[in-house]
């Protein structure tokens, strides 16, 4: 029930805006607060669900920093 | 320092008791199939599927009703491509079609805006199945035909919750030792939510994403949390999970829609476990009517267990019927029938090793 | 008239106006000008090999292509996967009432510009009117000659044979999808001739065991069939599967595999470990083939006959045929 993808937002209005997914243009509906041009977001069925806080490589990083003290 | 290649080590060397591992989530045993997960850790560690595949748990009545509606003159019914082909106790949306019913498929909910707007004189049905996560795509839809006073577009609605399902799922199938919980669903509802379930489960849960460090990851922190006796809820995708989730969200599902009881195809009814339009938002609900569902494990028996899959009691491989009895082409129960559940993805990505190689 | 009426196909004046103006405009050779029941053609001393294809892609045209010129390649392709040399081809055209003329044209017209590109001629060709809203369907037979010495077939591969694909995978389905949901891009059907590419590894006495275009059903559809037909297991490695960025991106959105996802322009080829390397360069050489790669293995089998995947950090996951029909997803 979770297929979304990570894209980048081009350009936005409070209640929609477009993104760039690797070159791919989609109109979507903006689901989240304080989404602005520039910003990594969530997207799922043509919706952005949340903003991405941190890139995969370093989140993992942290991860298994912190999976070390278990 | 701990890598990835070690936790592959430790995990294909555990030495423990057996382990049964829910991956609630449908994407997961999806991801989890298509990345070679299990070949990279124990068999002594086993992942089960859990009820989270939307299609699986809708009742075929559903499915019924979006074809007859279909077939009504001056509606069209908009689907997402999972639910397309699958049947209910009559012809799927996909075949409905082929004779004549109007029925399009769609990426996005939000498709319907330029389709309502451009043919006022029909009414456009939108087939609004999903869990938590979709709920953004149908709240920001709804918003749109409020403000721009669309009067020809309704939600025929089968929309869940996975806690109450979690937790249900929790006292029927016990033996579950720690949980995968849903990366994208958990987006929507933040990490604390889950907290008090894993209390009352007694059990390990730990929130994934879809990559395979993040599976891999998951299923070590549930294995470390067993072996510590820890029963916490770690979040292992905070870049997109946050302590208290999306609450934009979360206020446009209190303003839209209530809880109410619904049925799980395989499950039966689930108290709150469901979410219904609110009564001041009638003009967007499709009122159909059928059968109160109430199709529960029992009743698959004689034909399939998918109920016990999707319980988590088994794996689709211990099904008697599958793959002899059960395929794609000749499905039986829900888990076939739809190519994302557990027994489709199953029967597309696992088969046992052959000899010889 | 601007549009496809009944009275086209009636046999008549209309009808005869309309192949004169259309057909015979864009495809005149010697054989299809006499215009009559049959096409006489010189034989061949070489066995022959043939083959039929229908083409019903909505849009009729769409980026990097369009019905006319897939009609060409897609059956002179066919041929050239036996090792055939294309020799002759018929042309059928079923169009619905509706269709416009100004598109029906143009479709025919990429259809002899195609075949003429390709040194290949249409000798016989059919038209029919039938009900409908404006849709225009071709099928094309193609007839060619195996002159070259290799035997190849699904069945032809042997263990330690490498597995070679011809380019990047996906584009001519995520090109029609993205016309289809309007989510823009770039993506431009593969949609080519492969003829020139195949022709090279036969004429350099190569020994090619195996050569399948790469269409319905994706790499994962033809590698099981190969499996099956060649009674061999087929190990590939994931990470070596091209994609490009934007393809695969789309697939993201839509949750699709592009393993499974049709192409116009690709090809496996299945060859010994010996002439590996020369084949791999001979098709990089062509604009076709820049993207090829060697990206699997063919191993002895016991029973079972399967393509397995090695993943990520050394991981292992069965591929199987295409089930259902590869729909867009968001579970």
Redesign the interface.
Known sequence: ?????SARVIETDE?AGKVD?????????????NVKPGDYV???????????????AE??A????E??D? | MLNIERIIAELKNYQGSPLKLMEVCGTHTSAIMQLGIRSLISPKITLVSGPGCPVCVTPAAFIDAAVAIACEPGYTVLSFGDMFKVPGNGPSLSEGKGEGASVEMIYSPREVLVKAEQESDKVFVVAAVGFETTLPAYCDLLQELEQREIRNVRLLTSLRQIIPALSWLGTHSPDIDGYILPGHVSVILGEDAYKSLAQELKTPMAIAGFSTEHILLAIYDLVKQVQNKKNQVHNLYPSVVSRTGNTLIQEQMEQYFQKGQIGWRGLGLIEDSGLFLRDEYTQFSMPYDWPEPNETAEDFKDSCLCGEVLLGRISPPECPSFRKHCTPSMPKGPCMISLEGACGIWYRFHREKKEGQ | MNRITMAHGSGGAVTQELIRTVFQKHLANKYLNKMDDAAVLTGSSYPLVMTTDSFVVTPLFFPGGDIGKLAVFGTVNDLWMMGGQPLYLTAAFILEEGLSMKTLEEAVSSLGQAARDVGIQVVAGDTKVVEGKGGLYINTTGLGQLCYSQVIGSAQAKPGDSVIVSGPLGNHHASILSSRLGIKNYIQSDCAYLGDMVKGLLEAGLEVHVLRDVTRGGLATVLNEIAKSSRVNIQVSEELIPVDPEVLGFCEILGLDPLYMANEGKFVCIVPEKDTAKALSMIKQHAHGAGAVVLGKVFNSLQGHQVTCQTKYGGEKIIDILYGEGLPRIC
């Open positions: 029930m979770c297929v979304a993808v209640r997914v690797r070159g791919n243009i989609l109109n979507v509906g903006i689901a989240v607060r969530l997207i799922h069925a043509g919706c952005v669900i949340e903003v991405i806080k941190k890139e995969q989140e993992i942290d991860l298994l920093r999976l070390e278990l």
